[in-house]
């Protein structure tokens, strides 16, 4: 078909634009080269007046919307060209952990996908976690991406090997230095090892990760707790950097009445946690799920695998607004979890020690607010009466600091986490950074990895200036900088893990274990009785003084006192 003239003027909205270029491959101009030196257009006058002007280059949506900015369009177009390699070699730019985010990522890219909009989206997800398997497949893909640290390379502590700390470990031992990560867990990976159930991240995946950070020179030791095994200051002592990743591992539960004298009323961490480490144990009986997130969903997964039917999800909001992955709600309503929206619990059951039963209010979204908000209210409607044997509370999650009891100076902001320098993640004690959920709270896999990254890259410009005899000082401006107060160990400690085969390493190695030392009993101080009560002084007569004039009233009436804002 041959083109004769200008048919239509090109009509540009960016309301509608989603930068997939397609109108660029479509331009008729672009097809028809003769076309770009037509001067009856803007296009020709452009390009016959001189050279064409440099442009930025544009980001597409998929990349900007991932937290590692991962090149997602490249990756793709070399697995759409059968080159498994080159798009695994990409992807290993920007993301220490390729087989665990090809499992368990957030899918941010993909919510984010211009190709949505026409029909669906492009899995990215299923195309990284085909790229690792193709390549394992025809080779083994646990490669030595840096350089091995040499004898006189820094030495970098890490407390924590779930995504944050691996990243860290990954993205240091990559660039000449010596990183030793310590964990509390009898596994290396953190939760990705002993809170996700294997049926929805395989232990080969994350086995193959750890390889390839294994393969850098990284040195893991497990079963070692700071504070209990070796102190936070001996860390600080024998390394040049210490780095805190160890995440938000203590859950909430419901706070409703009789429930903290319930075995069978458990928070999600310590569910999935017992059950990875101890093993499945039967059960019967009905089960609750309480809350709507991934993990909910894989905990009731596992109640249904454990022999617990039914097993209902009650989640407070709509169905549409889910927070948890659409994948992960299909598996388990295929399964056979029951799904209760727009219900919150009010009380439990129970006969004894034993739970018996739930009871949730009926809700009811309200009118939307200004900024689209729907709340939800109660409905009025008779209250939900579910049965259960099992009630697990899959809510917010908070870190453990317990090993910071014994670091004076070092702050928490008011929510509870770690107080860091948004720039740097360094502390308020110098030489000693955060990562992860101990400081931003609950997040996803990917943003852990990312947020690890950033802290790798900011611990390694301050070992540089520590060579250079420039230690830059920590800068964290409008956080609680007083010390935390040590907490006492809850009875209610989900799992105490086993001593570890690996400690003996350690202390051969020169490094002082801090032995826990017991505090005596707190001696109350004697009753002091209240001072007799004073006689007033005799009154003396009066003398004459000079008059004051009296203060003049004034008329303008007193300011209200200003709520919120920095008087606040």
């Not at 997939?20 to 016959?48: F, H, K, M, N, W």
């Not at 026409?118 to 030595?144: G, S, Y």
């Not at 091995?148 to 779930?162: E, I, Q």
């Not at 219900?343 to 006969?351: E, F, L």
């Amino acid at each position: 078909m041959a083109m004769e003239g200008r048919t239509h003027r090109p009509v540009h909205d960016e309301a509608r634009c989603a930068a997939c270029s397609i109108c660029v491959g479509l331009c008729p101009a672009v097809c028809y080269p003769e076309y770009r030196g037509d001067p009856a257009t803007v296009r020709g006058q452009v390009l016959c007046a001189g050279p064409p002007a440099e442009t930025r280059e544009e980001v597409r949506p998929c990349r900007a919307a991932c937290p590692l900015h991962q090149d997602v369009p490249v990756y793709v177009g070399a697995l759409a060209a059968g080159r498994a390699e080159d798009a695994l070699a990409v992807i290993r730019a920007t993301n220490p952990l390729p087989a665990v985010c090809g499992t368990v990522c957030n899918r941010s890219c993909e919510r984010a996908c211009v190709r949505a909009r026409v029909d669906q989206a492009v899995q990215i997800r299923a195309l990284k976690r085909f790229a690792v398997e193709e390549v394992r497949r025809l080779r083994d893909a646990a490669e030595a991406g840096g350089r091995t640290p040499g004898l006189g390379a820094r030495s970098v502590a890490v407390v924590g090997s779930g995504p944050a700390g691996l990243a860290v470990a990954h993205d240091l031992a990559a660039l000449g230095r010596r990183v030793v990560v310590f964990d509390e867990q009898p596994r290396v990976g953190g939760m990705l090892a002993c809170a996700i159930p294997t049926f929805v991240l395989s232990r080969e995946a994350l086995r193959a990760d750890l390889d390839a950070i294994r393969a850098l020179g990284v040195e893991f030791y497990v079963g070692m707790r700071v504070g209990r095994d070796v102190s936070l200051e001996a860390l600080r002592q024998e390394h040049d950097a210490v780095v805190l990743a160890v995440g938000a591992w203590r859950g909430r539960k419901l706070g409703l009445p009789g429930e903290r004298f319930l075995e069978d009323v458990v928070d999600h961490v310590e569910f999935a946690h017992r059950v990875s480490l101890e093993g499945p144990r039967p059960r019967s009986g009905p089960a609750v799920v309480v809350g709507g997130s991934t993990a909910a969903f894989a905990c009731a997964r596992i109640a249904l695998r454990l022999g617990c039917a039914p097993v209902t999800v009650a989640f407070h909001r709509a169905y549409e607004r889910l927070p948890a992955d659409a994948e992960a709600v299909e598996d388990a309503i295929e399964e056979g979890v029951q799904l209760e929206c727009l219900v919150r619990p009010i009380a439990v059951q129970a006969a004894g020690r034993t739970l018996s039963g739930a009871t949730f209010e009926r809700l009811r979204e309200g009118e939307p607010d200004a900024w689209g908000y729907r709340p939800v209210e109660p409905s009025g409607a008779e209250p939900l009466e579910l049965p259960a044997q099992l009630l697990v509370v899959a809510g917010e999650r908070v870190p453990d600091l317990r090993l910071l009891g014994g670091m004076p100076g070092l702050g928490r902001t008011p929510l509870g986490f770690l107080a860091v320098d948004g720039a740097t993640g360094m502390t308020t004690v110098p030489g000693l950074f955060a990562a992860g959920d101990v400081v931003s709270g609950p997040k996803g896999v990917v943003e852990a990895v990312a947020a690890g990254r950033k802290v790798a890259a900011a611990v390694h410009r301050y070992l540089e200036a520590v060579e250079r005899g420039e230690a830059p000082r920590p800068a964290v401006r409008a956080v609680a900088t007083q010390a935390p107060e040590p907490m006492r160990e809850s009875l209610e400690e989900p799992l105490a893990p086993p001593a570890a085969t690996e400690r003996a390493k350690v202390a051969s190695s020169g490094r002082p274990a801090a032995k826990s030392a017991k505090r005596p009993p707190a001696k109350r101080p004697p009753a002091k009785r209240p001072p007799p009560a004073k006689r007033p002084p005799p009154a003396k007569r009066a003398t004459k003084a000079p008059a004051k004039p009296a203060p003049k009233r004034s008329t303008r009436r007193a300011a209200p006192p200003r709520r919120g804002g920095r008087g606040r």
